[in-house]
C-alpha cells in the first residue's frame, strides 16, 4: 500500500487525509501543534485508520518515510524538510494539485489575486449556481478543494479560490477560466520578492485555458497588455480604458461586454443590481460577469444572482447599526491595500479600528486615506506603536492605543458620537495571528463586541 504523509491538522489536511485514504493510500497527518481541538480530531480521525502525530514536525526518517507529501496552505513551500524532501526525489505537492487530480474531468474557475479574491469567488459561485450548476466555491473560501473531491457527485464546475501559496504548490492545475484580481506588494515574508510573487500568480493564469483581468489595477495594466494578447480585460471606467480587444466593461449604469467573435457590445445588466458599495465591487462584478458568460451563462441567470447577493462575511460586512452608527466588519483587510479600499468604501468620517500582526507593505496610500476619512483611529495589537509612530511621522495624532478588540468597541462608539461619525470601521491592514487563529475569528470577535454594546 502506497504510504502518504501530510502536513497540517487544518481543514484542508483532513480532507487530503481523507481523500488519499478513500484512494487506497496509508496515511499519516502529522501538526507540530498540540490543544484539546486538535486531540478531538487526532481521536476522530484515529476511527477512519487516519494516523496523527501531534507536537511532530515531520523529518523523513524511519517510520516518517513516504511515496507522497501533501501541505497545507500554511506551510510554506521552502521549509528545510520539504526542500529535502524534494532533493530525495519523494513527490511533494499541495492540498490543491491532489484536488485537481480527482477533479479534472470537472471544469474550473480559478481566482486568485492579491485582494477581491474572495468576493469575486463567491460571486462568481452564485452565478453559476442560479444557472443551475452544481458548483461549490472551494479553496480560500467554503469548502478545501479535496472535500469537494469527496463528494460523490462529481461539480459540474469548481469555483476554486486559489492563493499564491496553493499555486506554488501545485503543478498541473489548469482551470478552464482563470482570473486574476489584483496585484499589490503582499506575502514578501514568504515569497521574498515581488517578481517571484508576480510569477508565482502568472504561472495559473498562463496554465488557464481563458484568462480574464481586472483592467483598472495599475500593476496588472501596465504588465499586461503584451504578455497577454489572448485575455479578456475588465475596466469600470468604460470601453476605451479595455487594455486589449475583447473584455467587460461599465457604461452609463450598464455591465457591457465587447467580444471579439461580435460587432457590437452587448448590455448584461444594470450596476444597480448590486448591493454591495465601492468600486472595487464593481470591478469583482465584471470579473465574475466575464466567467459567467465564457461558460455560456445567460443574462437573465446572472442579473437574478447578483441581485440577490448580499455579500461576503468580514470584508465590508454591516453588523448593525447602533443610535445611527453603523458597524462595519472588514476583518479580512490583512493588508494596506485591502485596508485603504475599506476605508475608500464608507462614510466619513469615521472611526478606524486597525492593527494586528504587520505585514511588509507600502503604507503610504493607507496612511494618506486615514488623514481624509478617519476622525479617530483605535490600535490593537502586536502593530499597534509600530502604527502609532507612523501616524505621527504624518502629522496625524488623534489615535488611541487600545490594545484589544474588547477595549476598542465601546471606545469607537464614545468617539463616533463626540465626532459625529456615522461609521465604525474594523479594517485591521494586519494579519491576525497575534491575538487570534485567523481573520474569521477577529471578525467574529468584533461581532461579539458589537451585538454586546447594544446590549
Known amino acids: 500500500m502506497p504510504r502518504a504523509s501530510v502536513i497540517g491538522l487544518g481543514k484542508s489536511g483532513v ?33 477512519e485508520e487516519i494516523t496523527v502525530k501531534l507536537g511532530h514536525s515531520l523529518d523523513l526518517n524511519g517510520s516518517d518515510l513516504c511515496d507522497l507529501i501533501v501541505v497545507s496552505p500554511g506551510v510554506p513551500w521552502d521549509v528545510p524538510v520539504l526542500v529535502k524532501a524534494r532533493e530525495l526525489g519523494i513527490e511533494t505537492i499541495g492540498e490543491m494539485e491532489l484536488a485537481w487530480r480527482h477533479l479534472q474531468a470537472s471544469p474550473w474557475v480559478g481566482i486568485t489575486g492579491t485582494n ?106 501596465k504588465n499586461g497588455g503584451s504578455h497577454w494578447p489572448d485575455a479578456y480585460w475588465t475596466s469600470v471606467k468604460g470601453k476605451e480604458f479595455l487594455v486589449g480587444e475583447q473584455g467587460f466593461y461599465i457604461e452609463n449604469g450598464w455591465v457591457l461586454e465587447h467580444l471579439k ?23 469583482n462584478l465584471l470579473m465574475a460577469v466575464a466567467a459567467a458568460r465564457l461558460a455560456g451563462i445567460e443574462h437573465n441567470a446572472i442579473e437574478t444572482a447578483i441581485r440577490n447577493f448580499s455579500g ?55 496612511l494618506a486615506k486615514i488623514q481624509v476619512k478617519a476622525a479617530a483611529v483605535l490600535l490593537i495589537g502586536s502593530a499597534a506603536p509600530a502604527f502609532a509612530q507612523r501616524l505621527e511621522e504624518v502629522g496625524y ?33 494586519c494579519a491576525s495571528f497575534d491575538q487570534y487563529p485567523n481573520f474569521e475569528m477577529r471578525g467574529e470577535d468584533f461581532r461579539h463586541s458589537c451585538l454586546a454594546l447594544m446590549g
Open 116 to 221: 477581491g479574491k474572495t468576493t469575486t469567488t463567491a460571486l462568481i459561485a452564485a452565478i453559476f449556481q442560479t444557472a443551475g450548476f452544481n458548483a461549490p466555491a472551494c479553496g480560500n473560501i467554503g469548502h478545501a478543494a479535496c472535500e469537494v473531491a469527496l463528494s460523490e457527485e462529481p461539480p459540474d464546475w469548481v469555483i476554486a479560490e486559489i492563493s499564491s501559496y496553493q499555486i506554488e504548490s501545485s503543478v498541473g492545475l489548469a482551470p478552464r477560466i482563470g482570473i486574476w484580481t489584483t496585484f499589490t506588494p503582499d506575502h514578501l515574508a514568504r515569497h521574498k520578492t515581488l517578481e517571484n510573487y508576480y510569477n508565482i500568480k502568472a504561472k495559473l493564469l498562463h496554465h488557464s485555458r481563458l484568462k480574464v483581468f481586472n483592467g483598472d489595477d495599475p500593476y496588472l495594466r
Open 397 to 429: 495624532t488623534n489615535y488611541e492605543i487600545v490594545a484589544t478588540m474588547a477595549r476598542a468597541v465601546p471606545r469607537s462608539a464614545e468617539l463616533a458620537k463626540q465626532h459625529q461619525a456615522s461609521v465604525v470601521l474594523l479594517s485591521p491592514a
Open 312 to 366: 461576503v462575511p468580514h470584508r465590508l460586512e454591516h453588523i448593525c447599526t447602533w443610535q445611527g452608527i453603523d458597524f462595519i466588519n472588514d476583518s479580512k483587510a490583512t493588508n494596506y491595500d485591502a485596508a485603504e479600499v475599506g476605508l475608500a468604501s464608507v462614510n466619513s468620517p469615521a472611526i478606524l479600528i486597525a492593527g494586528g500582526e504587520a505585514k511588509p507593505g507600502n503604507d503610504t496610500a493607507w
Open 261 to 283: 467573435a461580435t460587432f457590437k457590445p452587448e448590455k448584461i445588466l444594470p450596476t444597480s443590481a448590486l448591493q454591495m458599495v465601492g468600486e472595487h465591487n464593481l470591478q
Open 15 to 47: 480532507a487530503t487525509a481523507r481523500l488519499l485514504k478513500q484512494k487506497g493510500w496509508e496515511v499519516v497527518l502529522s501538526d507540530s501543534n498540540t490543544s484539546p481541538n486538535l486531540l478531538k480530531q487526532q481521536e476522530k480521525l484515529a476511527a
